[in-house]
């Protein structure tokens, strides 16, 4: 079981729910992510910049005593350099506001994020928000049926989280509710057209 778990685990990481996301996107939602280039970008900042944490990690030797630890802390730092990244260059570019309403609540999710593990006992799960916001999304743009597939990821990846005892329940709820949260916030700012 501990290996399925990993396995869980692994194929839900933030980067790669997020280009699942935004490839589903690119080839099926026009309205969202136009173009080639909103893509690229996209898929650079909101995926790649998270996941350099691992190499980075790896590579610079004052990181490596750290651990699993300064893994999450890199890819938390990561995380907002890229979301600011991304949120930036799509209001600087004038995208579309459907384009520019996912770089936000990426954005707010990350914030909603920090300030749980920074201001409470818990460690909110970047996990669980990284799952829930790109199905809750989906469903938004696309229709509810991500709903249903995406429940089967959750229960699989909350079940993963606490089997391998990298979250509590509690913290895998407050991460899952990270992402909606900050849906509900930016949708009155950037009206997107679902």
């Known amino acids: 079981m501990k290996g ?24 099926y939602k026009d309205d969202v992510v136009p173009t080639l280039l909103d893509l690229m970008l996209s898929l650079f900042f909101l995926a790649v910049v998270p996941a350099l944490a691992y190499p980075l990690q790896a590579v610079v030797p004052a990181f490596r005593p750290g651990g699993q630890k300064m893994k999450r802390k890199l890819a938390f730092i990561l995380s907002f350099v890229g979301y600011i990244a991304a949120f930036s260059v799509s209001l ?44 809750a999304l989906l469903a938004c743009f696309m229709g509810g049926w991500a709903i249903v597939g995406g429940a089967f990821l959750i229960v699989l990846s909350a079940w993963s989280s606490i089997y391998l005892k990298r979250h509590t329940v509690r913290e895998y709820l407050l991460g899952a509710a990270a992402p909606l949260l900050s849906g509900l916030f930016m949708y009155p700012i950037f009206l997107p057209l679902f």
């Open 92 to 135: 600087w570019r004038g995208a579309i506001p459907n384009l520019v309403y996912i770089d936000a609540v990426y954005l707010c999710s990350v914030i909603i994020l920090t300030v749980i593990n920074l201001c409470t006992p818990w460690h909110a799960s970047g996990h669980a928000c990284s799952l829930v916001g790109p199905i």
């Open 4 to 27: 399925f778990a990993k396995i869980v685990r692994g194929i839900t990481v933030p980067p790669v729910m997020v280009s699942v996301l935004f490839v589903l996107l690119y080839f």
